[in-house]
């Protein structure tokens, strides 16, 4: 989490609500969206680089003031700098317009990519493709996770979290429950003292309450495959979308724990082809559940799925945006959120070994691993070249 103050006053520019304004935000994240590889914080430097710098929409302290918001509530971090960003400049329809524009190239992008894996997945070219870009999300993903555990483990506490949700993970326990135990765990230790000042009865936790979602949740993580219908699909993404917190990357452990472990909707091998997928189109990682509707049920699927994983943020953004200044000064929701992402990093750590083990198979995908990540770790490359080299190596393993 990056460690910003919303504390300090800015002055906001009121929103100009006109048709002009809206086609403005329209164009510049439509732009964005079709061009901006590299993931979360790529996604953020091209949009400072663009409308703080270029286009003077916002100054950087209330730049830092919107990303700090967005480490305080759930949904995929550079999609929701782009609704608030939106929100800045043209009011509420300025969020639906920039937060929508900015993930409709990706998602164009993959429907199309979606259907060509449904027609050819399994010829030898698509399928010696993926083949050598698998092993090349592995490292990417280990990048991310490092730089992530830099910011969000600040001690023994969020360490010793971060490490029991990655053990609790692999012993079956629901990953909702990890994330919120270790917010709350945090949250209370980190405010002791404040506790001891709180009167007896406000200090009370209702046990048959906190009992019965244990339990509900439990019995979610070891239920058998379900059928399959759109609506249990757009359902089980909504409440990822609602609940997932830090970057695109999170994503991956939620869709795991919930449609692959759960439901039984997909396998591992494609998920972590939905992953590659992701990483090779530009804009939000997130549109990964695009390709995964898709698979399920063709476009309406794609959309539904789409829908399903962004909603929460459209309507999180709306409701925090007036809201930062306060939510950032809370000494609770600061260190809740603390909890909650070492507890999604260790999520992350999970998942990533579960990934790596259905990525590296032979001895030519440990090369190739091996290889982007000396390349990823030494020379910092933007990760469509990264990509583009699995691609390239899947590709020659295909003519031996």
Do not use: C
């Amino acid at each position: 989490m990056t460690d910003t103050s919303l504390s300090t006053p800015v002055e906001h520019p009121a929103p100009t609500r006109t048709w002009r304004s809206y086609a403005e935000v329209a164009a510049v994240f439509l732009k964005i969206g079709a061009t901006a590889f590299g993931g979360p914080a790529a996604h953020v430097a091209i949009m400072r680089d663009e409308l703080v710098d270029r286009r003077k929409w916002v100054t950087d302290q209330h730049f830092l003031d919107l990303l700090g918001a967005t480490n305080l509530i759930p949904g995929p971090n550079s999609s929701e700098m782009t609704m608030h960003l939106g929100f800045v400049r043209a009011g509420l329809i300025g969020l639906i317009v920039g937060g929508t524009a900015f993930l409709l190239p990706a998602m164009l992008i993959v429907i199309g990519l979606a259907w060509a894996y449904t027609e050819y997945g399994t010829t030898p070219a698509a399928e010696w493709l993926l083949y050598g870009i698998k092993p090349v999300i592995i490292p990417l993903i280990v990048l991310a996770l490092w730089a992530l555990g830099q910011r969000a483990v600040k001690g023994r506490l969020t360490g010793a979290v971060g490490i029991a949700a990655m053990g609790l993970y692999f012993l079956g326990v629901n990953f909702v429950i990890l994330l919120l135990a270790g917010g709350v765990v945090v949250m209370l230790v980190q405010n002791r003292d404040r506790l001891r000042n709180i009167p007896r009865r406000f200090g009370i936790i209702p046990l048959p309450l906190l009992g019965s979602g244990l339990g509900s949740g439990l019995a979610a993580a070891g239920s058998s495959a379900a059928s399959f219908s759109l609506w249990k699909m757009f359902w089980a993404l909504f409440k990822i979308g609602a609940l997932m917190y830090g970057s695109g990357y999170v994503l991956f452990a939620f869709l795991q724990a919930d449609l692959v472990d759960r439901f039984g909707w997909l396998t591992e091998q494609e998920l972590i082809d939905a992953i590659a997928i992701g990483q090779m189109t530009p804009g939000p990682l997130s549109t990964s559940a695009t390709f995964i509707g898709y698979l399920l049920d063709g476009v309406p699927g794609a959309i539904l799925a789409t829908l399903g994983i962004y909603l929460p943020a459209f309507i999180v953004v709306a409701i925090s945006n007036p809201l930062i200044p306060r939510i950032r000064q809370s000494v609770w929701a600061g260190s809740m959120l603390d909890g909650v992402n070492v507890a999604a990093l260790g999520l992350m750590a999970a998942v990533t070994w579960e990934l790596a083990r259905a990525a590296v198979i032979d001895w030519y995908t440990l090369v190739v691993g091996l290889a982007a990540a000396v390349w990823l770790f030494r020379y910092k490359p933007n990760s469509v070249w990264l990509v583009a080299f699995g691609a390239l190596a899947g590709l020659i393993s295909s003519a031996w």
